[in-house]
């Protein structure tokens, strides 16, 4: 019988509550389950746990600063980022972004006296023209806090970004905070493209007002929207460390709380103490190897993680689409997320990055699941957890979501959908990856 065949006929009848095949042990004690139900149930972080977590980001902090490659004065590092989209139309403003501005806020991890911004037209078809773009630390909604500075690009305010470009700010100095929210306006001018370049999935409201306001102006929205256009980096100069994660829409935040930045990559910075730089790559709907939303993770990889600047870590978690909307031909689809795997593994080595593999976590309650599917995932986290002697790390979020007594799907208490987690969920995911990834220490 062929392995996904005999795994989903297996994945059925090891669960006596759900199969009449249950009376036969010799069908319920399959390979990729022996481990699955092995697994004690994740207790809640105490106090003192999460005390000597802080602490052990600090020593890995301190650790690294002894590593050779690491210059002088430092090199520039993403405190953050987002994967660059096409935009269509239910995802562009209802009227141009021309002689408009958008606010935009963002959650940094690392702080730095000195920083740079760079704007993306990746994916446009026309030139993007800005007449200016400043920064100021968020306030409440569309309110900023404190005194603004504008960027200027070759000694400029204004830049125009042509198609399938990118611009980078000239370096300003200004001390940002770790895990601060920073807001960042750009003031459009005449051109831009019918199709913008963005984030579809900011989790976080963006505010949309004509003209171009001065920091100083009351700036009164006239349109918010959940989404980033343009924006794609930001880079302070420091010697820390930084964690890139490429992922789907559970890495996106769906099922976040709009505006709280509490996504698991969120609550992974903030464990780590704001030490080290975390840059969600995450894309709702995404794929790894075709179909899905937006380009795979195959052929992103090279943009969203190589040209991240200073990533020393790289986090593989995707894999959930490809699995959930495969109809057909189940064993090859496997065989290709693990071929593709390895791909973006020896990728991120040969770039010098550590790399840890996510396991895929349950979907039962969601129109993914079905048992040919839930072998699938059975079968790719078979695989991931068998590379623990060759990769870095292995961040086992199957084994934390999963329900003891229905191991087939998230706990209750941390989904949304039986797909997407919820903030709890979320929250437990970013402490559980700071452990891993602080034991895994820094050499």
Not at 41 to 51: A, D, N, V
Not at 100 to 123: A, C, K, P, T, W
Not at 338 to 344: K, R
Not at 422 to 429: H, K, L, Q, T
Request: with cysteine.
């Amino acid at each position: 019988m062929p392995i996904v065949a005999y795994s989903a006929y297996s994945a059925y009848s090891a669960y006596p509550a759900y199969s009449s095949y249950s009376a036969y042990p010799a069908y319920s004690a399959y390979s990729a389950y022996s481990a699955y139900l092995a697994y004690p149930p994740p207790q809640k972080s105490s106090l003192m746990e999460k005390i000597a977590l802080h602490l052990s980001a600090t020593l890995l902090l301190l650790s690294l600063c002894l590593l050779p490659a690491r210059a002088a004065d430092g090199h520039w590092t993403g405190t953050w980022a987002s994967a660059m989209e096409y935009t269509g139309p239910s995802d562009m403003p209802q009227t141009s972004l021309s002689n408009r501005s958008v606010r935009q806020i963002v959650h940094l991890s690392l702080g730095g006296d000195r920083m740079r911004v760079q704007l993306s037209n990746e994916f446009g078809s026309g030139p993007v023209d800005i007449k200016a773009v400043y920064i100021a630390e968020a306030g409440q909604r569309e309110a900023i806090v404190g005194k603004a500075r504008y960027l200027s690009f070759k000694g400029k305010r204004a830049v125009t970004i042509q198609p399938h470009e990118t611009v980078y700010s000239d370096v300003l100095s200004y001390a940002l905070r770790p895990l601060q929210r920073l807001s960042v306006t750009i003031c459009y001018g005449d051109r831009t493209p019918e199709h913008a370049t963005s984030h579809r999935g900011s989790r976080t409201n963006s505010y949309i007002m004509a003209g171009a306001p001065s920091p100083k102006a009351d700036y009164r929205p006239e349109e918010t929207v959940p989404h980033w256009y343009n924006l794609a980096k930001i880079e302070v100069l420091t010697k820390a460390e930084c964690i890139a994660v490429l992922g789907n829409s559970i890495t996106d935040g769906r099922g976040s709380t709009t505006d709280r930045q509490d996504r698991w990559t969120d609550r992974l910075a903030e464990a780590l103490g704001g030490n080290v730089g975390v840059l969600n790559l995450g894309i709702g709907g995404n794929a790894v190897v075709e179909g899905g939303l937006s380009q795979p993770a195959l052929q992103r990889f090279d943009r969203d993680i190589l040209g991240q600047q200073g990533v020393t870590r790289l986090i593989i978690f995707e894999g959930t689409n490809d699995i959930g909307c495969c109809n057909a031909n189940y064993e090859q689809m496997v065989q290709r997320l693990i071929d593709a795997y390895q791909t973006m593994i020896r990728k991120g080595k040969d770039a010098g990055m550590k790399v840890y593999l996510g396991t895929i976590t349950p979907t039962q309650g969601n129109s993914y699941f079905s048992w040919w599917h839930e072998a699938m995932r059975q079968a790719v986290n078979t695989w991931i957890r068998s590379q623990a002697a060759h990769v870095d790390g292995i961040i086992d979020f199957d084994e934390l979501m999963r329900d003891p007594q229905q191991p087939q799907r998230i706990r209750p208490e941390w989904q949304t959908d039986g797909l997407h987690p919820n903030a709890a969920g979320y929250e437990a995911m970013g402490q559980y990856a700071a452990k891993v990834i602080v034991n895994s220490g820094g050499n």
